[in-house]
């Protein structure tokens, strides 16, 4: 078993930056593929914001690209999400998740508790 824990988040004013962290701890069996961060703000479905695949690529929605950027740990036990030039729009829940995989293959996708991020204006 995997699992996933946020930190990082918090209130912040308009422009300003945060650095969201997930911690990945487990079982080494399974290895890490693709990372993401998510978000889901009041009412409103989850949003995908970024992806670190298993490759390197490195993909951003695009709200994102250009304030934020993701990063990971080289032993991939931990992964990253800087967001720069924050806006009240950016206030939600924020999401990590993983796929882990074993012997090449993907067993499933794991999801972290969630951090609050508030951004006045």
């Known amino acids: 078993q995997v699992s996933l824990v946020e930190s990082g988040g918090g209130l912040v004013q308009y422009g300003g930056s945060l650095r969201l962290s997930c911690e990945i701890s487990?079982?080494?069996?399974?290895?890490?593929?693709?990372m993401r961060w998510w978000r889901q703000a009041p009412g409103e479905e989850r949003e995908w914001v970024a992806a670190?695949?298993?490759?390197?690529?490195?993909i951003y929605g695009d709200f994102a690209r250009g304030r934020f950027a993701i990063s990971a740990d080289t032993s991939k036990k931990a992964f990253y999400l800087q967001m720069n030039s924050l806006k009240p729009e950016d206030t939600a829940v924020y999401f990590c998740?993983?796929?882990?995989?074993?012997?090449?293959?993907?067993?499933?996708?794991?999801w972290g508790q969630g951090t609050q991020v508030t951004v006045s204006s």
């Open positions: 670190l695949t298993h490759g390197n690529t490195v």
């Open positions: 487990g079982d080494d069996s399974f290895s890490i593929s693709d």
């Open positions: 998740n993983v796929d882990v995989s074993r012997e090449g293959i993907i067993r499933g996708s794991v």
